[in-house]
């Protein structure tokens, strides 16, 4: 019996090491095509974006007489220095609307979205000066198209702005008191993520209203983000909106958008974790041969093993063709015909279908659906182990086991 259980522990050991080198291989490609694929996605449809809060502020110029020595001599020159005034946007009230699409790229899926973007920013002059307010708005990436770009000056549209790059600037004649509005709206694409940048450091924000708008329902936020101020579901969707009248803090607000189940890197994490389905399975049957005294041989173990390892492997090449839970499906039905046959063979259709086929269901199918639930796969392992621990306990509660270890005795005639 003991060299029966050490055959047994070789096997699995074994079997173990082909899922690790299978598990780092597929851990390998998804890394490999998600570093490759993430630009090319990027270059096709867009890349994650970040839209800065635009400044304002009004020049003031000085000259200074600035000494040099050249020469050994000193040299004098006048030099012009520009200092820039900050003021703050009077308020800004930003409509977005995001369009989610997934596209799958290899073994990985990559969040996409349309972007319509619409804001309106309020410029007042404070000064208590006749001023020249300059009005700095930088685009969320140089490399992306804006289509159906609007730029508005109060009541005028304007098509002679000045842009340079990804920034474009206006320049606005206030006399004291008197305020303007701009206008800014586009269409365009991005990926996984979208913020919004009210600037560095802690900034003054005033009358600021932001409501964007998703056709998606699971909403999440970015680490550097703060939760909307109000929130309501419509169409399927949220209506998100960040509202503050007189706000002084270092915040940015955004919207992270849901990502789909990515096959690379989920079939690895099973495949990782495939070793506690076998070693759970493999407990089972044993305590189960011994108590039924069905003679199972460590080759037939082998053939067991082997089909266990099928499941992963297959399913590993499959998800880059098909959808993972269809894949699942097709791995499982192939893994258990491999297993019952070949039992139906060793042990009878009865041992085979009843003991054999129903523990490999709830030791590789269910246990591998188990990481459909994210966040609830440790427990539910957990919990299948504890439940195989009392199942087992209660069944070889009665069993001698110095009889079970004990070699029989041989009869001379």
Not at 13 to 41: H, K, P, Y
Not at 262 to 287: C, E, H, Q, Y
Not at 296 to 310: C, K
Not at 349 to 366: C, D, I, K
Request: aromatic share 14%; net charge neutral.
């Amino acid at each position: 019996m003991l060299k029966r259980i050490i055959a047994i522990g070789f096997i699995f050991i074994m079997t173990a090491i082909a899922w690790s080198i299978l598990g780092a291989n597929m851990f390998i490609r998804s890394n490999e095509s998600d570093q490759s694929l993430t630009q090319a996605v990027g270059d096709l449809w867009g890349r994650p974006l970040e839209q800065t809060a635009p400044q304002v502020y009004w020049e003031e110029k000085s000259t200074k007489t600035v000494v040099e020595t050249l020469d050994g001599r000193n040299v004098s020159r006048t030099q012009t220095e520009t200092e820039r005034h900050p003021v703050n946007l009077a308020g800004s009230t930003i409509d977005v609307r995001f369009k989610l699409e997934h596209r799958q790229k290899g073994l990985m899926w990559y969040p996409t979205y349309t972007l319509l973007y619409d804001a309106t920013y309020s410029i007042r002059n404070d000064t208590g000066e006749p001023r020249t307010l300059r009005f700095h708005y930088t685009f969320p990436s140089s490399s992306a198209a804006y289509d159906d770009f609007t730029f508005q000056v109060g009541d005028k549209m304007r098509a002679d702005m000045t842009v340079e790059g990804s920034e474009m600037v206006e320049d606005l004649a206030l006399a004291p008191g008197a305020s303007q509005t701009i206008r800014v709206k586009y269409k365009t694409q991005g990926m996984k993520t979208w913020m919004y940048n009210l600037g560095e450091g802690v900034k003054q924000v005033r009358n600021f209203r932001l409501t964007a708008h998703t056709d998606f329902g699971n909403v999440d936020f970015p680490a550097t983000g703060v939760s909307p101020t109000q929130k309501s579901q419509v169409n399927g969707g949220w209506k998100l909106t960040w509202t503050y009248t007189n706000l002084l803090a270092d915040i940015n607000v955004g919207l992270v958008m849901p990502q789909k189940l990515n096959p690379g890197p989920w079939v690895a994490k099973v495949t990782f974790f495939a070793p506690i389905s076998l070693f759970l399975f493999f407990f089972v049957l044993f305590i189960i041969t011994v108590i039924r005294k069905v003679n199972i041989h460590p080759m037939n173990y082998f053939f067991i093993g082997a089909s266990f390892f099928s499941f992963h492997l297959l399913l590993a090449y499959l998800v880059d063709h098909i959808s993972v839970e269809w894949a699942m499906l097709i791995c499982s039905v192939v893994s258990i015909t491999l297993t019952v046959s070949y039992m139906r063979l060793v042990a009878g259709n009865t041992f085979a279908w009843r003991e054999v086929g129903l523990s490999q269901f709830v030791y590789l199918v269910l246990f591998s659906y188990t990481f459909f639930l994210e966040h609830y796969v440790g427990l539910a392992v957990t919990i299948l182990s504890i439940l195989t621990l009392f199942v087992v306990m209660q069944m070889t509660g009665r069993i001698n086991w110095d009889e079970v270890f004990t070699k029989p005795k041989t009869v001379s005639g």
